[in-house]
């Protein structure tokens, strides 16, 4: 399979919260990051966590991280229409250059 | 952060030609990177921009096709040639900035890439 798998559709309703899930195949990544990419533009740096924490917050946005599963998700409380786009997981896989996921399209309904 | 700038941000090319885009960065960094990014794909890393030497690779991208410059730590060029309609995506360069101790955290940070579109 792929090195990063992320599903690539979800569809939440405004003021709920969105779960985007990926997994990864090389344990040796020191830092995981999440990427925004809205449509026409290129891509932001949301967030991201370093390998030795389980979790991350950072205002709306949770990043959970299971090293033994190697299993990183996002989570986005209180979701918007403003958050509709895609988002990427690249964890560093023990390199400077990232390897990104297929990405999850996050579409937020009113 | 770094503020990276990309020419041209799109273009129609006829198959067979080629095409250089541009990258220019407002700081100096350690690294640079091409990426691509095919219509509903993610991206790809195509190589690692290399000062001074020649561009490392990835796995099912050449030279011969691909080829990139970077004669300082600011610019780069990544050059499609001989184009045909498979090589429509959007290139995106990527910079690695300059590591200091005990700050910054490795991230990536990109360009708005340059959209091609071949005929």
């Known amino acids: 399979g792929e090195d990063v798998e992320q599903s690539l559709f979800l569809s939440v309703r405004e003021g709920d919260s969105s779960v985007i899930n990926c997994t990864y195949t090389?344990?040796?990544?020191?830092?995981l990051y999440w990427y925004k990419q809205e449509p026409g533009a290129g891509l932001q740096l949301l967030t991201y966590i370093f390998s030795n924490m389980d979790m991350k917050q950072d205002q709306r946005l949770t990043v959970l991280l299971n090293k033994k599963d190697k299993h990183l998700s996002l989570r986005i409380a209180d979701t918007q229409t403003g958050d509709s786009a895609i988002y990427f997981c690249?964890?560093?896989?023990?390199?400077?250059?990232?390897?990104f996921g297929s990405g999850t399209r996050l579409q937020v309904q009113p | 952060s770094a503020v990276i700038s990309q020419k041209p941000s799109r273009d129609i090319c006829q198959r067979g030609t080629s095409l250089t885009i541009q990258c220019q960065v407002d700081s100096q960094v350690t690294m640079m990177f091409w990426y691509r990014q095919q219509p509903g794909q993610s991206l790809t890393l195509i190589a690692t921009?290399?000062?001074?030497?020649?561009?490392?690779?990835e796995s099912g991208f050449v030279i011969d096709k691909f080829p990139i410059s970077r004669p300082n730590l600011t610019f780069s060029t990544l050059t499609v040639s001989n184009m045909s309609p498979e090589d429509s995506s959007i290139y995106l360069c990527s910079v690695a900035h300059l590591k200091v101790a005990g700050e910054n955290t490795g991230e990536l940070f990109f360009g708005e890439g340059s959209r091609l579109t071949v005929l």
């Open positions: 921009a290399n000062q001074g030497s020649e561009a490392t690779y």
């Open positions: 090389d344990s040796s990544s020191t830092y």
């Open positions: 690249a964890p560093d896989m023990g390199r400077r250059a990232l390897t």
